[in-house]
């Protein structure tokens, strides 16, 4: 009678997901712990001249400071050049104000409102390429905020040939709020620690839109940003073909800082849900077999399937200590972030806030992207909801609406 009710049919998934769960945040326990400890620099430095790509829209929070951080770099030859689709952009204003205070810096702004695809991020980002110098590219999302010497940690790995993709962890800057502070423990806690596990099960073949650093040939080689110009992960699509042509992804040292403002509810959930269903469409089966990470939901079905039995709680309350002890360690030991003890106690609430997005990411196709609904299809292509702006034929690079800009 209990399986027919379906408390014993439960108990094969429960184990297998608390088993997996305990090894998967030992796996991650041991990675991070390898990759954090201090390394002996011998080799030179390996400093080429960079081109950095900065995608703007409008003023993220602290947006100036931010990218003052990429003037203040110490670094022999760099150039940054940051993109705008509208000249009415309030973001222009923050430019403007960079090249004064920085006039030392080549910092120029393209003002190009062509459209090659629904990513406009894309869009944005070929629009710029266009006016690269250099043969180092790195691109960096808006919200990054990066100590002095991050262009030469960033561009180290690229000393090897064989290195396709330069990327670098990142951590969240809490600007105040509980659905901001949810977002960065999710990325303090979670996105991190997947990132550590993901090292020690498989080759890298992701990138992650915080940092990416790599050579113009090999940008060349897969085609520069157009064949991307339609998909929703445009920082993985970049990694992945890369790694497709025989290239070694590698990880930095280096960790910037995402500085986030997530602000309502609501957007807090959109942006976990582009999350999911960007994962889900990009690696499903990884996707569906991340379940079993999710140390706190097995630990509570645990304990409801078995009547809150002294075994029960016993088994789920040490992995959710195991749970607690990899969020701490890459938290405070590793990333050190500034998150009290108060805060970090919300991590296991938050991780069933995750597996109810983990859940609702089956239930559709759609996302929320900077104020836009996009419909994506199982190969990662989207169909802009809202509004489909006149698409701009990649013949026609020289027409069309540009501004240059340089201090």
Not at 33 to 61: E, G, H, M, N
Request: charged share 20%; glycine share 6%.
């Amino acid at each position: 009678m209990e399986s027919l009710l379906g408390v014993g049919v439960w108990q094969l998934p429960i184990a297998l997901g608390l088993i997996a769960s305990a090894i998967f945040y030992v796996i991650e326990i041991w990675s991070a712990y390898q990759f954090f400890r201090p390394r002996s620099a011998l080799l030179p430095p390996f400093q080429p001249p960079v081109t950095v790509l900065k995608p703007l829209k409008a003023v993220d929070v602290e947006l100036y400071e931010n990218l003052a951080t990429f003037c203040r770099q110490i670094y022999p030859s760099f150039e940054i050049i940051c993109g705008v689709a509208d000249a009415a952009d309030p973001a222009i204003e923050v430019v403007r104000q960079l090249q004064h205070d920085f006039p030392h810096v080549a910092l120029s702004l393209v003002v190009d409102s062509r459209v090659y695809g629904t990513n406009y991020k894309v869009s944005n980002l070929h629009n710029m390429y266009r006016h690269a110098k250099h043969d180092v590219i790195v691109l960096a999302d808006s919200d990054i905020r990066v100590g002095p010497e991050y262009l030469a940690h960033v561009v180290e790995p690229l000393r090897n040939r064989q290195v396709g993709v330069s990327t670098c962890l990142y951590r969240a800057v809490n600007t105040g709020g509980l659905p901001t502070l949810i977002e960065s423990l999710f990325i303090n806690t979670d996105f991190a620690n997947l990132v550590m596990l993901a090292r020690k099960v498989e080759k890298a073949s992701y990138a992650f839109g915080a940092t990416i650093a790599m050579r113009r040939e090999v940008l060349e080689e897969i085609g520069g940003f157009l064949p991307i110009a339609n998909l929703l992960a445009d920082d993985y699509e970049i990694g992945y073909r890369a790694f497709q042509r025989g290239y070694v992804n590698e990880l930095s040292t280096e960790v910037v800082d995402t500085v986030l403002s997530v602000g309502t509810w609501r957007r807090l959930y959109d942006h976990q849900l582009r999350w999911a269903r960007t994962y889900r469409v990009n690696r499903p089966g990884g996707y569906f077999g991340s379940i079993l990470t999710h140390g706190t939901f097995w630990a509570l079905l645990n304990v409801v399937v078995n009547g809150f039995s002294p075994l029960s709680c016993v088994v789920s309350g040490a992995l959710l200590a195991l749970r607690y002890v990899a969020a701490a360690r890459m938290a405070w030991t590793h990333l050190k972030t500034d998150h009290s003890v108060g805060a970090l106690a919300l991590v296991a609430p938050k991780d069933l806030f995750v597996t109810a997005v983990w859940f609702a990411a089956f239930a559709g196709n759609t996302v929320v992207w900077s104020g836009h609904r996009f419909e994506v299809n199982r190969g990662g292509e989207m169909l802009d909801l809202t509004a489909t702006p006149t698409m701009a034929m990649p013949e026609a690079a020289d027409a069309g609406s540009e501004t240059r800009q340089r201090a």
